[in-house]
């Protein structure tokens, strides 16, 4: 008995149970899918987290890490282009205005932000310490780093790593 209430203790003090509200991770998780939160946790890239917009931070959003810490980035007007291979001391590659996707160098990301956004990266050369650029798999339906900027590693909740329901997709979330 005692095992059992302290594995539950436990168990809460480490994971959380959160409910997928939308459809901006489609087709990964659906709207009302249950799934458990690891709280202690680091992300990594491509980890689906959740995390709390400091615009609303009552609420609680489900994203997946696309840009992580020290990640090389640079702006062309609106489009931001992210790439964790380029090498240290790198500002960005030889360019044009608009590349096209054949000049860009192996493993870079091309994401539009808003303007706010924009602003927000404009001079950086990588994605400072402790922030994180997160994005919904569902884009044409996802509030997410291309509208609210690089997210703080304190505003993240945790690393989601299982599916409690629907029972007919339980099982572990990559």
């Given at each position: 008995m005692?095992?059992?209430?302290?594995?539950?203790?436990?168990?809460?003090?480490f994971?959380?149970?959160?409910r997928?509200d939308?459809?901006?991770?489609?087709?990964?998780?659906?709207n009302?899918?249950?799934?458990?939160v690891?709280k202690?946790?680091?992300?990594s890239?491509?980890?689906i987290?959740?995390?709390?917009?400091?615009?609303?931070?009552k609420d609680?959003?489900v994203?997946?890490?696309v840009?992580?810490?020290?990640d090389?980035?640079?702006?062309?007007?609106?489009?931001l282009?992210i790439?964790?291979?380029?090498k240290?001391?790198?500002?960005?590659?030889d360019s044009?205005t608009?590349?096209?996707?054949?000049?860009?160098?192996?493993?870079?990301?091309k994401?539009?932000?808003?303007?706010?956004?924009?602003?927000?990266l404009?001079?950086?050369?990588?994605i400072?310490?402790?922030?994180y650029?997160?994005l919904?798999?569902n884009?044409?339906?996802?509030t997410d780093?291309r509208?609210m900027?690089?997210?703080?590693?304190?505003q993240i909740e945790g690393?989601?790593?299982f599916?409690?329901?629907?029972?007919?997709?339980f099982?572990?979330v990559?």
């Open positions: 005692v095992c059992v209430v302290l594995g539950c203790v436990l168990f809460f003090v994971v959380r149970t959160h997928v939308g459809v901006s991770m489609a087709p990964t998780f659906a009302n899918d249950r799934i458990f690891r202690t946790e680091k992300p890239r491509l980890d987290v959740t995390f709390s917009p400091k615009e609303k931070p609680s959003y994203k997946r890490v840009g992580m810490p020290g090389a980035i640079w702006l062309e007007e609106n489009k282009f790439n964790h291979q380029m240290e001391g790198v500002k960005s590659p044009n608009d590349k096209r996707a054949i000049d860009l160098p192996d493993g870079t990301i994401i539009n932000v808003s303007v706010e956004v924009m602003k927000q404009s001079g950086l050369t990588k400072p310490k402790n922030k650029f997160l919904g798999d884009r044409n339906h996802s780093s509208m900027g690089l997210i703080e590693s304190d690393v989601v790593s599916r409690y329901y629907p029972l007919n997709k099982g572990y990559r």
